[in-house]
């Protein structure tokens, strides 16, 4: 049977942002007091992630960026790229450290097929290009992951879905022209939302043509929409695709109550896409699902969210309480 490996530290907190930034350290805090607390205790357990190795990043990030991202975060000044991607002296070592957590979770997966890993990270990643920050995202934690998932492991074929109010541009930048990587995104119409970027058109490039799906919403959007994008374009995607693992880029700001995109997704929905995840996990991947958080700015969306999202993955699944989590670290 299948459990929550709940991958998080405290060390996350680090990476701090001014007041009024809504990508803050109580984005983390909050998911550890809910998740630590009774109601979860003996349905997860904790586990700390490592810092990615710099030859992990450097198969998606240039070395030029990553030097010139340090010394930013070491001279002290305050942002890196844009006004928006606010830094601190300790924002070089938390990115690494967000990007380790999701080799962390898939050495918990090969290790033991059990596992479910959810990683609440930050800074989150999936704005992130090869040498660019953007959209308070520094290093593509979940590209980071899908290529260490290839070279160290020989999972190939990698199915990565983003559900993020935004596109992951950087993911799609990245993968655009990789036969054995699909990206889907479903965001809000890029007319409408940050980065304006994911048109439905823009399918990959070269060899990858076809394997990039985007799928914007408009505004309004809520359950009906993304749940018929799943039944009528996803699964058929991932049904010929075949994948031997699964990522998912799992943003909280399309919630109702986050004033971040125009995008009025219920709590409930988020329950039906864990459902699905699971049964798309078992049914091509043996079980080899692995999440890691993005978005969600509204704290109390943001836990509700991610609450339903975990009950959904572990659907028909019991979870070993031999190692209960109560207060990650780490």
């Known amino acids: 049977m299948q459990r929550i490996e709940f991958i998080t530290d405290t060390h996350f907190d680090d990476h701090v942002t001014d007041a009024e930034h809504p990508e803050a350290p109580d984005r983390i805090r909050v998911l550890r007091e809910r998740l630590t607390g009774p109601a979860w205790r003996t349905r997860l357990r904790c586990a700390a992630p490592r ?3 710099r030859a992990e990043v450097l198969r998606v990030h240039s070395d030029n960026y990553l030097l010139r991202l340090e010394e930013t975060c070491l001279s002290g000044r305050e942002w890196f790229g844009h006004t928006d991607n606010k830094v601190c002296y300790e924002t070089y070592v938390t990115a690494f450290l967000a990007a380790g957590a999701g080799l962390t979770g898939i050495d918990l997966l090969e290790k033991d097929g059990k596992a479910l890993p959810f990683c ?3 800074p989150p990643g999936h704005h992130a290009e090869p040498a660019l920050a953007l959209g308070f995202c520094f290093l593509n934690n979940v590209a980071v992951a899908a290529r260490y998932w290839q070279e160290r492991f020989g999972r190939r074929r990698i199915f990565i879905i983003d559900w993020d109010a935004h596109h992951g541009n950087g993911i799609q930048e990245i993968f655009e022209q990789d036969p054995e990587v699909l990206y889907v995104s479903i965001h809000e119409h890029p007319t409408f939302s940050f980065p ?3 048109y439905a058109e823009d399918k990959g490039s070269g060899p990858g043509r076809g394997a990039t799906l985007n799928i914007p919403l408009a505004p309004g959007a809520g359950r009906n929409e993304v ?3 799943i039944d009528r374009l996803v699964e058929p995607a991932i049904t010929a695709f075949a994948p031997e693992a699964i990522i998912v880029a799992a943003g909280f700001d399309g919630h109702v109550l986050d004033d971040m995109s125009g995008l009025v997704y219920p709590t409930e929905l988020y329950e039906e896409l864990g459902k699905r995840m699971t049964q798309w ?3 091509f991947c043996h079980g080899r699902l692995l999440t890691l958080l993005e978005g969600g700015y ?3 969306a943001l ?3 991610v609450e339903a999202y975990l009950t959904g993955i572990l659907q028909n699944s019991t979870i070993g309480d031999d190692s209960p989590c109560t207060s990650p670290t780490i």
Do not use: D, S, Y
């Open 51 to 53: 810092p990615a190795a």
């Open 303 to 305: 836990a509700a969210g």
């Open 298 to 300: 509204h704290l109390e």
């Open 196 to 198: 304006g970027t994911g």
């Open 281 to 283: 996990a078992r049914r």
């Open 227 to 229: 749940m018929q994008a």
């Open 120 to 122: 609440a990270v930050r």
